[in-house]
């Protein structure tokens, strides 16, 4: 599985839009970007995936370069609820294993 | 919809007991449904698969007879800890794969584990 790189931490002011880079530069042609996060002793919630294109939800929009590796998860207003961890994976569709990185501990502040 | 519950939401237990942990699907079918771990400060880590109807699936250094796992309905599948010792103590949590769309897991929200 490929594997990814994100930063450790990110600090982002209420009401801005948070972005969170993610790089896979070894990602393969059939491997999906997937999104989650997980916010204190709480189960991961699912945010968004993509494959080439950009994709965009009620919760985020994913932004994926033309080389596939990298790609940003954009939080357009930033609310102290989106305090949490957040785990970039990349993974073939239909695959039996999601396996998590250290993600990135996003801190939203007043 | 997508809804993955866990039962219970956190158990005490003394050492040498076994411990049962429900995962179900709520509003979807789950032929496929995973199971992790986390201790504290650290990230998930994949323990085993569990498909519906036939036998687990296990990641490498997880011991199978430790860690029984039955999937015996579309719906639910259950995670027993045997012989449970404090090093057991964890953060354990479901994730089910919606059959019409393969896509997409989604977790459950955690059972904590206290081995006393």
């Known amino acids: 599985d490929a594997k990814t790189t994100q930063p450790t931490s990110m600090d982002c002011a209420e009401g801005r839009a948070a972005n969170l880079p993610c790089n896979h530069s070894t990602i393969s042609g059939n491997e999906y970007v997937y999104w989650y996060r997980q916010i204190h002793s709480q189960g991961p919630q699912y945010i968004i995936h993509g494959l080439k294109n950009n994709e965009t939800n009620e919760m985020a929009s994913l932004i994926i370069t033309e080389d596939r590796k990298s790609s940003t998860l954009i939080l357009p207003h930033a609310t102290l609820r989106d305090t949490a961890v957040y785990y970039c994976?990349?993974?073939?569709?239909?695959?039996?294993?999601?396996?998590f990185g250290t993600g990135t501990r996003l801190q939203v502040f007043p | 919809g997508a809804v993955v519950s866990q039962h219970p939401s956190r158990v005490i237990c003394k050492s040498g007991t076994s411990v049962k942990i429900e995962c179900r699907s709520l509003?979807?079918?789950?032929?496929?449904m995973f199971w992790y771990r986390q201790f504290p400060k650290q990230s998930l880590m994949l323990m085993a698969t569990?498909?519906?109807?036939?036998?687990?699936?296990?990641e490498q250094g997880v011991e199978k007879d430790k860690f029984l796992i039955n999937h015996a309905s579309l719906t639910l599948s259950t995670l027993t800890v045997t012989s449970a010792h404090p090093e057991d103590s964890s953060f354990y949590i479901c994730?089910?794969?919606?059959?019409?769309?393969?896509?997409?897991?989604?977790f459950g929200p955690g059972t904590r584990l206290l081995v006393l």
């Open positions: 994976i990349v993974s073939p569709y239909n695959t039996d294993k999601l396996i």
């Open positions: 994730s089910a794969r919606d059959h019409r769309n393969q896509e997409t897991q989604y």
């Open positions: 569990s498909n519906e109807g036939s036998k687990a699936t296990y």
């Open positions: 509003d979807f079918q789950a032929t496929t």
